[in-house]
């Protein structure tokens, strides 16, 4: 018989890898999706630039608040190793941010740079909240944390329809895309069919 304890001490010790696993699986999904699309030029009318610096501001602030989480810890805890579990996430929260805040400098070339940029802001800010959530867990286990809980299934549940919403989008631009290739490649096959007409005439 599963026992409870053991899967939520599991998913403790490995919610590093499973952010890192869902950034990686939803980015692989989007772009298989619609590869045409985010391998296409940025227009300048799209306004990807001012977008852009606004992620890497909002980057800049949870790097610096994870910073200061990983210092306090460091410096207040006793035993640094009892927190390796939230020190394990923090370390991917760092990473997802510093990575969104140095791919502003290329954002304005393809769509996926973009769409990395994106995906990658909203998985450290995850991060972040799972590492406050395992901290109270660790750190004073008497606290409920039923509404971090709580916060955290609402939080996953908004993502998830915010990228079902965003697959569903991108199925119905390439559904569109496909059928306006189909319909040049029909007008094209009638015009060739013109011109021979033409020319038996």
């Not at 300048?44 to 994870?66: N, Y």
């Not at 800010?125 to 660790?138: E, N």
């Amino acid at each position: 018989m599963i026992n409870p304890v053991d899967v939520g001490l599991l998913i403790k010790n490995y919610a590093w890898l499973t952010v890192l696993i869902l950034f990686v699986v939803e980015v692989f999904a989007v772009v298989k999706i619609n590869r045409h699309y985010y391998s296409e030029i940025v227009p300048r009318e799209d306004r990807v630039g001012e977008m852009s610096e606004q992620f890497r501001t909002h980057a800049l602030t949870f790097a610096g608040m994870t910073f200061t989480v990983i210092a306090l810890l460091v410096a207040l805890a006793e035993d640094p190793g009892e927190f390796v579990d939230v020190l394990q996430v923090l370390a991917v929260a760092i990473a997802l941010l510093f990575f969104t805040y140095e791919v502003s400098e290329v954002t304005e070339t393809r769509r996926y740079w973009f769409m990395l940029q994106e995906k990658a802001l909203g998985y450290g800010f995850l991060s972040l909240f799972i590492a406050v959530i395992i901290l109270y867990l660790d750190a004073i286990p008497e606290v409920n944390g039923l509404v971090l809980i709580i916060g955290f299934v609402l939080v996953a549940g908004i993502r998830y329809s915010t990228v079902k919403r965003q697959f569903n989008i991108l199925r119905r631009r390439k559904k569109k895309e496909q059928e306006s290739r189909d319909q040049e490649s029909n007008d094209d096959e009638e015009g060739s069919e013109v011109v021979r007409d033409e020319q038996t005439a």
